[in-house]
């Protein structure tokens, strides 16, 4: 009786945390496109190579009227060519594709009951794979858009294959943070640090073993 309690009670306070981190609050959105223009344009400068174009995010100004949306959450995407002309300004929403999924995993990464240093990594190492996707969710359209990614090749078949399986469906949205929150839990558990630490030791053992046998 006392478990169920606990669960009902941990189920109440995802509810009201995932509900108050996912309310619109003012300002929220352009504080959230900031931070991600910033996050996506080093993803970008990384991943994306095209010469003839220079691309970049930047949050919308809601004065210009181009770039107004029904809520504060969009980002511009600026194509420019070498030259500093730009060439196309392109409104994206974040709010879907960004914001609701990181607000879920930080909803069920706080009320998790963990001791702190494994919720610290579960938190860190469950935000970066999340911001990864995004990363992704962005680049690779992108990159082949651009021809940053040669069509018909080896990159372009994984970079399909990782776009409409990882990223694309709708429904991603909720069951990425969910899939990886749990993947983190078993993986951080003692029974799976256990496992990996030694799997880890079998394969260097069968390393050096290899490497002695004449």
Request: contains cysteine; hydrophobic residues 50%; glycine residues 6%.
């Amino acid at each position: 009786m006392l478990l169920n309690r606990r669960r009902i009670l941990r189920g109440a306070a995802f509810l009201c945390l995932f509900v108050g981190l996912t309310y619109p609050w003012p300002r929220l959105g352009y504080l959230f496109t900031v931070a991600f223009s910033s996050v996506t344009n080093v993803g970008l400068q990384t991943c994306f190579r095209a010469p003839e174009f220079r691309v970049h995010f930047a949050a919308a100004e809601p004065r210009v009227a181009e770039e107004q949306s029904a809520g504060e959450w969009n980002v511009v995407l600026f194509i420019e060519s070498p030259a500093g002309a730009p060439i196309a300004k392109l409104p994206l929403g974040v709010r879907r594709i960004a914001y609701i999924p990181l607000a879920t995993f930080a909803s069920l990464t706080l009320v998790t009951p963990l001791a702190l240093r494994r919720k610290l990594v579960v938190a860190g190492a469950g935000l970066t794979l999340l911001l990864f996707r995004i990363v992704l969710a962005v680049t690779l359209p992108l990159a082949r858009h651009f021809g940053a990614i040669v069509n018909d090749s080896f990159l372009d078949w994984v970079s399909r294959i990782t776009y409409y399986a990882l990223i694309e469906p709708p429904n991603l949205m909720i069951a990425a943070p969910i899939l990886i929150w749990a993947v983190l839990l078993l993986v951080t558990a003692p029974e799976g640090s256990a496992w990996l630490s030694s799997f880890s030791s079998r394969q260097a053992s069968q390393t050096r073993q290899t490497r002695q046998t004449p």
